[in-house]
């Protein structure tokens, strides 16, 4: 018996307790304290959190802006027409009062505005709360193709819709060029002729003499013939130069201009004048 309790006290082996604290150390360092954890899904609601009220204050924005009668289209005004009503320019666009200003597709409303040939340029765009503006750039007149009939055409040679024919107008006729499909030939001689009607706007010829014709039958010159029968012969080279001489020679001849029959604009110092 005394054998016994003597062995009750002997201690468990000295390897059995490492082992064990290693154990203890181990599962401590896999095991974060929960006061760990607890701080890491605080900081996640901290980002969420802010971005979930900066979601649903845009929501309601939205909803505010599309359904609020503050922002339907009252009123629409049209600019810069001339051949056109205002009634006319907006049924055109596509667009209706009664509508929300923001639902309005302007980009769509443009397009629709440019299928027409007559007109060159279009804007559209809001003014808040309730009102849309429209303003075109109508495409003007400058000259009339001879081939077969006559085609009206603007400086940059679109050919014109009917509301821009304007027979009672007086426009230079042009001959020496063929119209097919909607487009000028040939190509040389049309960017040539379309640079002159554009150098004639800029220097203000029409102030001076009336031109009536233009001749583009030789392929180093072009012909014009005014009103008064006054022949002008230009090469095609630098028609503003060439212009300016001949705003030169109007200024000298004065008076006598309806005497005269040519002009030569080719030479660079002194022009040609026959009477």
Request: with cysteine; proline share 5%.
């Amino acid at each position: 018996m005394k054998w016994l309790i003597l062995s009750s006290k002997v201690s468990p082996p000295r390897s059995r307790r490492k082992m064990s604290a290693k154990v203890k150390r181990r599962r401590k360092k896999v095991a974060p304290p929960s006061s760990v954890r607890s701080k890491g899904g605080a900081g996640v609601w901290k980002l969420v959190l802010p971005l979930l009220v900066l979601a649903i204050l845009a929501g309601g924005l939205w909803w505010v802006f599309h359904h609020s009668e503050i922002f339907n289209i009252r009123e629409i005004r049209v600019r810069n027409h001339h051949s056109y009503s205002p009634e006319e320019v907006i049924e055109m666009s596509g667009i209706e009062t009664g509508g929300n200003i923001f639902a309005l597709n302007l980009a769509s409303a443009r397009e629709y505005l440019l299928r027409d040939v007559n007109i060159r340029d279009a804007r559209v765009e809001r003014i808040f709360p309730d009102v849309i503006e429209i303003e075109i750039v109508e495409r003007e007149p400058r000259a009339r193709v001879q081939f077969g009939h006559l085609y009206t055409i603007d400086d940059w040679g679109v050919i014109l819709g009917s509301r821009k024919r304007a027979p009672e107008r007086k426009l230079p006729v042009i001959r020496g060029l063929r119209v097919k499909g909607g487009s000028l030939f040939p190509v040389d001689k049309r960017e040539a002729c379309l640079r002159l009607l554009r150098e004639l706007e800029e220097q203000d010829i029409g102030s001076l003499v009336t031109i009536a014709e233009i001749r583009l039958f030789s392929s180093d010159l072009i012909e014009m013939r005014t009103e008064g029968d006054l022949e002008i012969t230009l090469g095609r080279d630098d028609y503003g130069m060439q212009l300016r001489r001949l705003k030169m020679v109007l200024d000298k001849l004065g008076p006598e201009v309806a005497q005269a029959r040519e002009v030569d604009l080719r030479y660079s110092k002194i022009p040609v004048v026959d009477k």
